[in-house]
């Protein structure tokens, strides 16, 4: 699958520890020109053919991914395989010239509907096509739960990984929701989804930017 977008911003990089409580540098602006970004590939479980889209906002600090089809369930007489749903999408991100780029946070949102003794766990890994290194963040929820939820990963601007200057990368994004019905009513179902009120969810990646040496 490949569907070329048009947009102003781009993406990528892993996370490490929450924002400092003490001032940080001077956050350079995002670069004026518009990029490409291509989805390379769309495969998994929570994010079928047709399932998924990329936005990215005007202002080049964040981009979207889109589903409409991602959702996690046990008990009721759901199948095992419907306990744990997951995507990883592929990006080839077109940077300006002569800038790199990182991702600052994701906020991740959905609803989940847990019965006592069920729990469900949200992941995202993140890594660059070639790099050895994997970043991972996990955000558990137990039930009784009944209500949207919303979870946030952050890197220091210290310790953002950057997108390597002059060298063209896929940016892999691996995300998964599972539940598990630990000591609930079996015949009782939990879930959970990542959506919105409109039935799709929004999984919101917060860009940085600086200039590559030399220019």
Not at 67 to 88: F, H, I, M, W
Not at 156 to 177: K, S, Y
Request: proline share 7%; net charge negative.
């Amino acid at each position: 699958m490949r569907a070329p977008i048009l947009v102003g911003g781009a993406v990528a990089a892993l996370f490490a520890s929450a924002l400092p409580a003490e001032a940080g540098p001077t956050i350079p602006d995002p670069p004026s020109d518009k990029i490409v970004i291509d989805i390379a590939t769309v495969n998994g479980s929570g994010c079928p053919l047709g399932t998924a889209a990329v936005a990215v906002s005007e202002d080049n600090t964040a981009f979207t991914v889109t589903y409409s089809d991602y959702l996690a369930q046990v008990g009721g007489g759901a199948p095992p395989t419907a306990a744990r749903k997951n995507c990883q999408l592929s990006l080839l991100v077109h940077v300006p010239g002569g800038f790199t780029y990182a991702i600052a946070s994701a906020d991740y949102r959905g609803y989940a509907s847990l019965q006592p003794g069920a729990r469900s766990i949200e992941k995202a890994s993140y890594y660059f096509q070639g790099s050895p290194n994997t970043e991972s963040r996990s955000h558990v929820f137990n039930g009784p739960y009944e209500d949207n939820w919303q979870a946030t990963d952050e890197t220091d601007w210290a310790q953002l990984v950057w997108a390597p200057c002059g060298v063209q990368r896929n940016f892999n994004i691996n995300t998964e929701i599972r539940v598990s019905a630990g000591t609930s009513d079996p015949s009782a179902t939990s879930y959970m989804t990542m959506d919105s009120t409109d039935g799709d969810i929004s999984t919101v990646y917060h860009l940085a930017w600086k200039e590559c040496p030399g220019t």
